[in-house]
């Protein structure tokens, strides 16, 4: 839905646990995901780094900042905790402390 409302966007597709920018990867056309999942995407066999298959693996996607807000010229993200204790009703508690991270 996203791709549909802003389609001259790029996006970047990341493992979720991973570091030091493996798995990553920009795209701009949702036909280059298909591409990606089918094994048809170049360079399709590097990114799953030696696993089985990219597209069995879990990524995610959002939208790329060209200009990203910067802190001493260093990108950074900053990490909350929140326990959800209820769904119904809604019951969630935010933690206080959290953490910045630099990048190098």
Partial sequence: ????????STWIMKPPASAQGKGIFLINKLAQVKKWATGQWPNAAGIAMGRPSAASEAYVVSRYINNPLLVGGKK???RIYVTVTSYRPLKAYISRLGFARFCN
């Fill in 76 to 78: 950074f993200d900053l």
């Fill in 1 to 8: 839905e996203e791709f549909r409302r802003t389609p001259n």
